[in-house]
């Protein structure tokens, strides 16, 4: 990669946890503030950045714009995005969708609580779109990486970050259909997530809902349970998937498959 290319990346990420000055940019990324200030510059114009009234620079609405531009591309947020509203209309918590990117998990569309969030809890920041985390420390990422197989599961699982008892968490995930994280990984927030399958049965992203310890007990998002796994079976249908008996012929009314 061109040093030059790979010096503006980095200053574009550094200005994802913040605005920096110019100072603060130069020593990101090693170089004199001259150099740093050509970069930002050439940033600011194509509208990547934008320097503020305190001097300091921020992320540049282009940037945002091209954000919006990709997400738009999922075909799976498209599909989702009426899903997710009706569970957060009908129950008021955050949901989550989100997708597998090596082994991280990527947060591709969120609808906010329908209440303010405690702002110690982890449904902040940190959540937002565009958001990442190690999957192995999210409910959502632990249900996409129970349905990876082959050099990509032993991958993950030879991780040195991976938790001893990942295998036998994944195992569990598989023979359930569904994740728990009891606040273990998030600050403050517990969340459960049910994978969301494909036409050939694989899984492509995770419906989450979040809660705020102080605002629900576990029991009562468990009892949301039955209409997670629910509404992730109805988005699999959209897909093209086959509805999973044990929860949508109870539930949305969607029947299996019969195979002749």
């Known amino acids: ?36 200030l050509r970069l930002l510059r050439t940033l600011e114009e194509h509208g ?9 620079y921020r992320l540049g609405g282009r940037l945002l714009s091209l954000a919006h531009t990709a997400l738009e591309g999922f075909d799976v947020r498209q599909v989702c995005a009426p899903y997710l509203a009706s569970l957060n209309e009908r129950y008021g918590h955050t949901v989550h969708l989100a997708v597998l990117d090596g082994v991280e998990v990527l947060s591709v569309d969120k609808v906010d609580a329908r209440y303010p969030t405690p702002p110690d809890c982890g449904l902040g920041e940190a959540s937002r779109i565009g958001g990442r985390a190690p999957a192995v ?7 996409l990486l129970a349905d990876l197989t082959g050099d990509r599961l032993a991958a993950v699982l030879a991780d040195p970050h991976s938790p001893a008892d990942l295998p036998a968490d994944l195992a569990a995930v598989r023979r359930q259909g569904w994740s728990l994280d009891q606040g273990d990984h998030t600050a403050g927030v517990n969340c459960l997530a049910a994978p969301i399958t494909g036409n050939d049965g694989r899984t492509i992203a995770a419906c989450a809902i979040s809660v705020p310890t102080s605002v629900a007990p576990l029991g009562e998002l468990n009892r949301l349970l039955p209409e997670l796994l629910c509404t992730a079976e109805a988005v699999s249908l959209a897909f093209g998937g086959s509805p999973n008996p044990r929860w949508c012929d109870s539930r949305c009314g969607a029947k299996a498959a019969v195979r002749m």
Do not use: C, Y
């Open 1 to 36: 990669m061109s040093q030059t290319v790979d010096r503006a990346l980095t200053i574009l990420t550094s200005l994802g946890d913040g605005p920096a000055s110019l100072e603060q940019a130069a020593n990101r990324i090693g170089v004199h503030k001259s150099t740093a």
């Open 48 to 56: 990547f950045v934008q320097r503020q009234a305190d001097h300091r």
């Open 137 to 143: 420390a999210t409910a959502a990422g632990r249900v």
